[in-house]
Nanobody
Framework: QVQLVETGGGLVQAGGSLRLSCAASGRTFSNNVMGWFRQAPGKEREFVAAINWSASSTYYADSVKGRFTISRDNAKNTVYLQMNSLKPDDTAVYYC?????????????????WGQGTQVTVSS
């Protein structure tokens, strides 16, 4: 089992920044991918970004490219999502996800474990 705990959500004005963190614990292995997804009210969960264990591969949704940056610190088993130039459309619950393997997949069904989510609200 892998446990994921997200922190860093909150309320921010449009154009502002937030950094989300996700700490993993339990049966983590070096061959893994961590990702971020989000779900707005009334919408399906959507992919945001993913990063492989070595950080040699990152993958972003078109809607966040150039504004969000995913990174990780393996010594801390933590993945980060730096979100800049936030827009009201970025308002959602953000979920951290973990999968075994090396492919930075954008499909939620490929991830084995999920965090409880953290709310991000961007006001206009």
């Amino acid at each position: 089992q892998v446990q994921l705990v997200e922190t860093g959500g909150g309320l921010v004005q449009a154009g502002g920044s937030l950094r989300l963190s996700c700490a993993a614990s339990g049966r983590t292995f070096s061959n893994n991918v961590m990702g971020w997804f989000r779900q707005a009210p009334g919408k399906e969960r959507e992919f945001v970004a993913a990063i492989n264990w070595s950080a040699s591969s990152t993958y972003y949704a078109d809607s966040v490219k150039g504004r969000f940056t995913i990174s990780r610190d393996n010594a801390k088993n933590t993945v980060y999502l730096q979100m800049n130039s936030l827009k009201p459309d970025d308002t959602a619950v953000y979920y951290c996800a973990y999968r075994y393997g090396s492919a930075t997949d954008y499909s939620a069904s490929m991830y084995n474990y999920w965090g409880q989510g953290t709310q991000v609200t961007v006001s206009s």
